[in-house]
């Protein structure tokens, strides 16, 4: 388990940093409040351990092998992902109607992991470039899936909770409008700058 320091390291400077999923959930938290974010938190969360399992599997690189496959499944991802931006910056401040429009769901979360192509790209790097325990295979993966959903939903917390906070300092309808389409701006931005990160 040597390896476990650098591992735990990888992993919170890749879950932690700005990309869809942890943009997304700071706007959640910002449009809608902490507390109405749980949901949308979980769905992230799980989905995330359905893509370690999907990396993990290699059905990703089958996936990618069918002739044409690639571009069709960007496709549907960058419209997932302008739909979520859409009602990150058309969600009304808290102070007004806020209350009566739902916030992102469960399976919103859900989806937006299985399309992220970020999360796709750190789990694997992160499965194959670490090895915690020589040999064993399976339970090599089984405690990388257990630390990494541990680093995922504390990071997530974070980014929810920070999200949160800038709703408190931006009750002022105006400013918070100008906070929910900085953040769908960003969650744009971040899916952009994915090919250009490899």
Same mark, same amino acid.
Request: without cysteine; aromatic residues 8%; charged residues 10%.
């Given at each position: 388990m040597?390896?476990?320091?650098g591992f735990?390291?990888?992993a #919170?400077?890749?879950a932690g940093? &700005?990309? &869809?999923?942890?943009?997304?959930?700071?706007?959640a938290?910002?449009? /809608?409040?902490?507390?109405?974010?749980?949901a949308?938190?979980?769905?992230?969360?799980?989905?995330?351990?359905?893509v370690?399992?999907?990396?993990?599997?290699?059905? +990703?690189?089958l996936?990618?092998?069918?002739?044409?496959a690639? &571009?069709?499944?960007?496709?549907l =991802? %960058?419209l997932?992902f302008?739909?979520?931006?859409?009602r990150? %910056?058309?969600? *009304? &401040? #808290?102070?007004e109607?806020?209350? %009566?429009?739902?916030p992102p769901? /469960?399976?919103?979360g859900?989806?937006?992991?299985?399309v992220?192509?970020k999360?796709?790209?750190?789990? %694997?790097? #992160?499965y194959?470039g670490f090895v915690?325990?020589?040999?064993? +295979?399976? #339970? @090599?993966?089984a405690?990388?899936?257990?630390w990494?959903?541990l680093?995922i939903?504390? +990071?997530n917390?974070?980014?929810?909770?920070?999200?949160a906070?800038?709703?408190r300092l /931006?009750? @002022? *309808?105006?400013?918070?409008?100008i906070?929910? +389409?900085?953040?769908a701006?960003?969650?744009?931005?971040?899916?952009?700058?994915? *090919? /250009? =990160?490899?």
């Amino acid at each position: 388990m040597e390896a476990l320091s650098g591992f735990l390291i990888a992993a #919170l400077a890749l879950a932690g940093s &700005p990309g &869809p999923a942890t943009l997304s959930l700071a706007a959640a938290g910002a449009a /809608f409040g902490a507390r109405r974010g749980v949901a949308y938190l979980a769905g992230l969360t799980i989905g995330m351990v359905v893509v370690m399992g999907i990396v993990a599997s290699g059905v +990703v690189g089958l996936l990618l092998a069918v002739p044409g496959a690639g &571009p069709v499944v960007t496709g549907l =991802a %960058a419209l997932y992902f302008v739909w979520l931006a859409w009602r990150i %910056a058309t969600a *009304p &401040p #808290l102070s007004e109607e806020g209350a %009566a429009r739902p916030p992102p769901t /469960f399976l919103a979360g859900l989806l937006l992991s299985l399309v992220n192509p970020k999360g796709y790209a750190a789990m %694997a790097a #992160l499965y194959s470039g670490f090895v915690l325990m020589p040999g064993q +295979v399976v #339970l @090599d993966i089984a405690v990388k899936m257990a630390w990494l959903t541990l680093v995922i939903a504390v +990071v997530n917390v974070g980014w929810l909770l920070v999200g949160a906070a800038l709703t408190r300092l /931006f009750r @002022d *309808p105006r400013s918070n409008r100008i906070v929910n +389409v900085a953040f769908a701006i960003l969650l744009l931005g971040s899916v952009l700058v994915l *090919p /250009f =990160a490899a």
